[in-house]
């Protein structure tokens, strides 16, 4: 039987990227995945790496933040991004996947490995051994509580929401037009479906959604915060009567065929799989009752007769105080035998999920490194394990997250390829071994 296995909780993004690359450097895995057995609250099949929000796995435009973060990846033989790039669909400079498509591929890799073991249980107590927990923001009760335990620290919550889908041939083309902001796609195309609103149309919109009715929060006392990069559409407006035209329902860059000019305001809908059958709202997110969605939504140009699909809905995220409970290898201080990867740990997004789960797979089956600070994975990590844990919140990767330039350029554009020059500089040196300071390993 040979070595002792690394065991994973959690058969998500995270989960799934750690179990491969353990497993492609030599470890045994044994792979726990709740469902069919105990279902969470947002999720609705029983493929290993469901995505359950968003089928975007953010920009693939060349010298951005989420590009760096995925080229880096992809350099590290990532499981998932290979899944993404055979799963995509149409969405402009954004990789974009169908979530079915996608989640097969991964299950497929996954079952067919034959170092990986799965099974489909519900795990309330740490195995022995080494550990990944890779549970997500939806882990069970009984598991969060047991990592409550294992940490002696309470759980952190965020709000994150889900938007609708609608059916394609429910959209009337008449009325809606296809186009990409300011005609930028990854293939030239036009990847989006428009739906254009004028200033009465926008205003009524606006009114109608802050008269909606919400689904509440079931704990009385809970005063958990949104997540900034993800509010509700209804929690937007709030913030002001144009806040939308500046936020999800902007206009610039593109133009109504039909007049050549710019609406007032627009609502961009986004391929859902490879068929084409299916699209979501960009960026409308929401906790509406279903029966409100349906209204409110209806009042948008071209989707009078919308068939939805799927309702937007909320769920509560939960996540570690990573700083004042990991090392910057993802290990728990306490314990080092074991790691935390994924949305659990504190990041935000599906690629920043991706990118623990590697981390961490690959540091539980070798001697743990900290990579350079200087990259994305490296800063994704200095920065959930170094942040003030008083106010510890998740992050996106952002350049904010980055160490900033000696002597940046002034043109934002030259900066940022610097940057990601700096980075790919740091990272070829990290993985040949050239550079002592920069692939320094850390003993578990």
């Known amino acids: 039987m040979g070595l002792e296995p690394i065991h994973i909780i959690g058969a998500g993004l995270a989960g799934c990227e750690a179990a491969f690359q353990a497993a492609e450097a030599g470890a045994r895995v044994v792979l726990y995945e709740m469902r069919p057995a105990k279902r969470s609250a947002a999720h609705r099949t029983d493929a290993l790496g469901e995505l359950v929000c968003s089928n975007s796995l953010k920009s693939e435009q060349e010298h951005s933040a989420p590009w760096l973060l995925k080229q880096e990846m992809r350099k590290l033989s990532s ?75 309470e759980r952190l919550y965020f709000y994150d929401s889900i938007s609708p889908i609608v059916a394609a041939d429910s959209i009337d083309m008449s009325i809606a037009f296809r186009a990409s902001r300011y005609g930028k796609s990854l293939d030239g195309t036009d990847d989006y479906i428009n739906c254009p609103l004028n200033k009465e149309q926008y205003e009524a919109f606006v009114a109608a959604l802050l008269e909606a009715e919400f689904y509440e929060p079931h704990i009385a006392e809970d005063k958990t915060p949104f997540f900034e990069g993800c509010l509700p559409v209804e929690e937007i407006a709030r913030r002001g009567p144009q806040t939308l035209r500046f936020g999800p329902m902007k206009a610039a860059g593109l133009p109504d065929p039909r007049t050549g000019r710019w609406p007032y305001a627009v609502v961009q809908l986004r391929q859902e799989n490879q068929r084409a059958d299916s699209y979501n709202l960009v960026g409308f997110q929401n906790h509406m009752r279903f029966g409100d969605q349906a209204r409110v939504f209806r009042m948008i140009p071209g989707l009078e007769n919308a068939e939805f699909l799927r309702f937007g809905q909320m769920h509560r995220n939960t996540y570690i105080n990573s700083p004042a409970l990991l090392r910057p290898t993802l290990q728990l201080k306490t314990d080092p035998r074991i790691f935390f990867a994924g949305q659990i740990s504190g990041v935000e997004g599906y690629a920043e999920s991706i990118a623990t789960g590697l981390i961490a797979g690959r540091n539980a089956a070798s001697e743990p490194a900290v990579f350079p600070r200087e990259t994305a994975l490296g800063s994704l990590c200095h920065y959930i394990t170094q942040a003030d844990s008083r106010d510890f919140q998740p992050a996106n990767i952002t350049f904010d997250l980055l160490p900033a330039l000696e002597h940046p350029p002034r043109d934002k554009n030259w900066r940022r390829a610097a940057v990601c020059r700096r980075a790919e500089l740091a990272f070829e040196e990290f993985l040949h071994g050239h550079d002592t300071r920069v692939c320094c390993q850390v003993s578990g």
């Open 79 to 153: 499981l998932l991004l290979r899944a993404a790039d055979r799963a995509r669909v149409p969405g402009g400079h954004a990789l974009t996947v169908d979530r079915d498509v996608f989640s097969r591929e991964i299950t497929e890799a996954i079952e067919a490995h034959p170092s990986i073991e799965i099974r489909r249980e519900e795990v309330t107590r740490l195995p022995e051994g080494t550990v990944i927990i890779a549970s997500g923001p939806l882990t069970s009760e009984p598991l969060a509580e047991e990592i409550g335990r294992l940490t002696g620290s």
